[in-house]
Protein backbone atom coordinates (compact mmCIF):
# COMPACT_ATOMS: atom_id res chain seq x y z
CA UNK A 1 0.00 0.00 0.00
CA UNK A 2 1.48 3.69 -0.86
CA UNK A 3 1.77 5.75 1.88
CA UNK A 4 0.63 9.35 0.58
CA UNK A 5 1.05 12.72 2.69
CA UNK A 6 -1.66 14.74 3.07
CA UNK A 7 -1.71 18.37 2.54
CA UNK A 8 -2.47 20.85 5.08
CA UNK A 9 -3.69 24.00 4.87
CA UNK A 10 -3.88 26.80 7.28
CA UNK A 11 -4.17 30.70 7.31
CA UNK A 12 -0.53 31.05 7.22
CA UNK A 13 0.97 28.01 6.23
CA UNK A 14 0.75 24.77 3.74
CA UNK A 15 3.05 21.74 4.93
CA UNK A 16 2.55 18.11 4.49
CA UNK A 17 1.77 15.55 6.90
CA UNK A 18 5.72 15.16 8.04
CA UNK A 19 5.47 18.96 8.52
CA UNK A 20 7.96 19.65 5.36
CA UNK A 21 6.81 23.38 4.94
CA UNK A 22 5.59 23.86 0.92
CA UNK A 23 5.50 27.68 1.40
CA UNK A 24 4.88 30.30 3.99
CA UNK A 25 2.06 32.73 2.43
CA UNK A 26 2.24 36.50 3.70
CA UNK A 27 1.03 36.83 7.22
CA UNK A 28 0.14 41.03 6.44
CA UNK A 29 0.60 42.81 4.02
CA UNK A 30 3.64 45.11 3.23
CA UNK A 31 4.03 48.55 4.53
CA UNK A 32 3.75 50.62 0.83
CA UNK A 33 6.73 52.78 2.36
CA UNK A 34 8.96 50.25 2.59
CA UNK A 35 7.99 48.76 -1.14
CA UNK A 36 8.15 51.85 -2.60
CA UNK A 37 11.44 52.34 -1.18
CA UNK A 38 12.84 49.05 -2.20
CA UNK A 39 11.64 49.46 -6.02
CA UNK A 40 12.74 53.17 -6.23
CA UNK A 41 16.06 51.81 -5.08
CA UNK A 42 16.23 49.15 -7.83
CA UNK A 43 14.82 51.42 -10.66
CA UNK A 44 17.54 53.67 -9.57
CA UNK A 45 20.38 51.05 -9.71
CA UNK A 46 19.26 49.66 -12.86
CA UNK A 47 19.50 53.43 -14.97
CA UNK A 48 23.04 53.85 -13.40
CA UNK A 49 23.82 50.10 -14.63
CA UNK A 50 21.86 51.27 -18.11
CA UNK A 51 24.71 53.69 -19.27
CA UNK A 52 27.16 51.19 -19.12
CA UNK A 53 27.27 50.40 -23.07
CA UNK A 54 28.65 47.10 -22.94
CA UNK A 55 25.88 44.36 -24.02
CA UNK A 56 26.30 41.65 -21.80
CA UNK A 57 27.56 43.48 -18.34
CA UNK A 58 24.55 45.61 -19.16
CA UNK A 59 22.19 42.83 -19.18
CA UNK A 60 23.63 40.65 -16.41
CA UNK A 61 23.85 43.25 -14.07
CA UNK A 62 20.55 44.71 -14.60
CA UNK A 63 18.98 41.11 -14.18
CA UNK A 64 21.07 40.78 -11.05
CA UNK A 65 19.67 44.25 -9.47
CA UNK A 66 16.08 42.63 -10.66
CA UNK A 67 16.95 39.65 -9.11
CA UNK A 68 17.96 41.21 -5.89
CA UNK A 69 14.57 43.59 -5.32
CA UNK A 70 12.54 40.46 -5.75
CA UNK A 71 14.23 38.89 -3.58
CA UNK A 72 13.98 41.78 -1.04
CA UNK A 73 9.98 42.31 -1.84
CA UNK A 74 9.73 38.41 -1.08
CA UNK A 75 11.21 38.92 2.17
CA UNK A 76 9.09 42.05 3.06
CA UNK A 77 6.00 39.93 2.00
CA UNK A 78 7.18 37.09 4.32
CA UNK A 79 7.73 34.61 1.60
CA UNK A 80 10.90 32.40 0.70
CA UNK A 81 12.64 33.36 -2.10
CA UNK A 82 13.02 30.90 -5.14
CA UNK A 83 15.78 32.33 -7.55
CA UNK A 84 15.17 29.70 -10.03
CA UNK A 85 11.47 30.44 -9.92
CA UNK A 86 12.01 34.57 -9.72
CA UNK A 87 14.41 34.08 -13.11
CA UNK A 88 12.18 31.96 -14.84
CA UNK A 89 9.11 33.92 -14.02
CA UNK A 90 11.25 37.17 -15.23
CA UNK A 91 12.24 35.56 -18.47
CA UNK A 92 9.30 34.29 -19.07
CA UNK A 93 7.30 37.70 -18.44
CA UNK A 94 10.31 39.33 -20.24
CA UNK A 95 10.67 37.22 -23.21
CA UNK A 96 7.64 36.82 -24.81
CA UNK A 97 6.35 40.52 -24.20
CA UNK A 98 8.24 41.35 -27.01
CA UNK A 99 5.93 43.92 -28.72
CA UNK A 100 6.41 46.38 -25.19
CA UNK A 101 10.09 45.46 -22.88
CA UNK A 102 12.27 44.59 -26.31
CA UNK A 103 13.64 47.88 -25.22
CA UNK A 104 16.21 46.80 -22.83
CA UNK A 105 17.85 43.84 -24.19
CA UNK A 106 17.76 45.93 -27.77
CA UNK A 107 18.88 49.56 -26.46
CA UNK A 108 22.40 48.16 -26.04
CA UNK A 109 22.58 47.01 -29.80
CA UNK A 110 22.44 50.63 -30.40
CA UNK A 111 25.55 51.65 -28.84
CA UNK A 112 26.96 49.60 -32.39
CA UNK A 113 25.61 52.09 -34.89
CA UNK A 114 28.50 54.86 -36.25
CA UNK A 115 27.93 58.19 -35.18
CA UNK A 116 24.30 57.88 -33.52
CA UNK A 117 24.45 54.73 -32.23
CA UNK A 118 26.25 55.59 -28.46
CA UNK A 119 24.38 58.46 -27.44
CA UNK A 120 21.08 56.93 -28.38
CA UNK A 121 21.88 54.31 -26.04
CA UNK A 122 23.27 56.69 -23.63
CA UNK A 123 19.49 58.23 -23.73
CA UNK A 124 17.45 55.41 -23.78
CA UNK A 125 19.01 52.72 -22.05
CA UNK A 126 18.96 54.10 -18.24
CA UNK A 127 14.90 55.09 -19.12
CA UNK A 128 14.15 51.31 -20.21
CA UNK A 129 16.07 49.95 -17.73
CA UNK A 130 14.38 51.85 -15.29
CA UNK A 131 10.76 51.38 -16.69
CA UNK A 132 11.20 47.56 -16.54
CA UNK A 133 12.50 47.00 -13.37
CA UNK A 134 9.25 49.62 -12.08
CA UNK A 135 6.96 46.89 -13.90
CA UNK A 136 8.53 44.02 -12.46
CA UNK A 137 8.64 45.69 -9.16
CA UNK A 138 4.99 45.97 -8.75
CA UNK A 139 4.09 42.95 -10.96
CA UNK A 140 5.82 40.90 -8.12
CA UNK A 141 4.71 43.02 -5.36
CA UNK A 142 0.68 42.36 -6.27
CA UNK A 143 1.79 38.72 -6.95
CA UNK A 144 2.72 38.15 -4.23
CA UNK A 145 -0.13 39.81 -2.44
CA UNK A 146 -2.58 37.62 -4.03
CA UNK A 147 -1.13 34.61 -4.88
CA UNK A 148 1.47 33.97 -1.69
CA UNK A 149 4.37 32.86 -2.88
CA UNK A 150 6.28 30.88 -5.59
CA UNK A 151 3.66 28.02 -6.05
CA UNK A 152 1.75 27.33 -8.58
CA UNK A 153 2.87 30.44 -10.52
CA UNK A 154 0.61 31.52 -13.54
CA UNK A 155 2.52 33.29 -16.39
CA UNK A 156 -0.07 34.45 -18.30
CA UNK A 157 -1.28 36.64 -15.66
CA UNK A 158 1.93 37.64 -14.87
CA UNK A 159 2.55 38.80 -18.49
CA UNK A 160 0.00 40.60 -18.60
CA UNK A 161 -0.30 42.29 -15.04
CA UNK A 162 3.80 43.22 -16.38
CA UNK A 163 2.12 44.57 -19.20
CA UNK A 164 -0.14 47.08 -17.70
CA UNK A 165 2.62 47.97 -14.82
CA UNK A 166 5.17 48.62 -18.20
CA UNK A 167 2.24 50.83 -20.02
CA UNK A 168 2.13 53.16 -16.66
CA UNK A 169 5.93 52.96 -16.35
CA UNK A 170 6.66 55.95 -18.77
CA UNK A 171 4.83 58.22 -16.39
CA UNK A 172 5.99 56.80 -12.77
CA UNK A 173 9.43 57.06 -14.11
CA UNK A 174 8.60 60.62 -15.11
CA UNK A 175 7.38 61.56 -12.01
CA UNK A 176 9.93 59.66 -10.00
CA UNK A 177 12.72 61.79 -11.77
CA UNK A 178 11.07 65.09 -11.03
CA UNK A 179 10.51 64.47 -7.31
CA UNK A 180 6.86 63.62 -7.76
CA UNK A 181 4.76 60.87 -6.93
CA UNK A 182 6.73 57.71 -5.28
CA UNK A 183 6.50 54.40 -7.77
CA UNK A 184 3.78 53.21 -5.79
CA UNK A 185 1.35 56.02 -5.63
CA UNK A 186 1.80 56.28 -9.47
CA UNK A 187 1.06 52.20 -9.70
CA UNK A 188 -2.05 53.14 -7.79
CA UNK A 189 -2.94 56.29 -9.74
Given at each position: ??????????????????????E????????????????????Y??????????????????T?N????????????????K???A?S????????G?G?????????????I????????????????????????????????????????????????F?????K?????????????????????
Amino acid sequence: MKNKAENVVTEDVVATKDAHVIETKAKTPANKADVDKIIRKSVYASMGLGIVPFRLFNLASVTGNNLLMVKKLAALHNIPFKEETAKSIIASVLGTGAGTVTGPMVAPLAAGIPIIGLPLFIAAGPALNGMTTYALGHMFVNYFEQEGGFVHVNTEALKASFKGFYSKSREALGDLIKGGKKPAEAAEA
